[in-house]
Nanobody
Framework: VQLQASGGGLVQPGGSVRLSCAVSGTIYSVEVMGWYRQSPGKERELVATITSGGSTNYGDSGKGRFTISRDNAKNTVYLEMNNLKPEDTAAYYC???????????????WGQGTLVTVSS
């Protein structure tokens, strides 16, 4: 199972960016998907999670300006980030709980991280 994240880059304060993370490999089902972020010198923190049914949960860092969504047919999770601030600068990591076979317990997999830099 592999997670491929994309969409990071340099964005001006007040701007928007959309991150994507696609899951590939041997997959029976993808359960919870989500995003964390980590800034230099800080611990990794929760941004948002979303279940296969569409229920969402946001950490303090994601409330208000960020929206998580997913396309179950494509096994892809998205993070729409608006009104970005310099303190949003971080490496953003996606993860997914993937069940590879029907009777095997799901396992957690992580993407490689995509860097978002908010600066003028």
């Amino acid at each position: 199972v592999q997670l491929q994240a994309s969409g990071g880059g340099l964005v001006q304060p007040g701007g928007s960016v959309r991150l994507s993370c696609a899951v590939s490999g041997t997959i029976y089902s993808v359960e919870v998907m989500g995003w964390y972020r980590q800034s230099p010198g800080k611990e990794r923190e929760l941004v948002a999670t979303i279940t296969s049914g569409g229920s969402t949960n946001y950490g303090d860092s994601g409330k208000g300006r960020f929206t998580i969504s997913r396309d179950n047919a494509k096994n892809t999770v998205y993070l729409e980030m608006n009104n970005l601030k310099p303190e949003d600068t971080a490496a953003y990591y996606c993860y997914a709980n993937v069940r590879q076979w029907r009777f095997r317990a799901p396992r957690e997999y992580w993407g490689q991280g995509t860097l978002v830099t908010v600066s003028s």
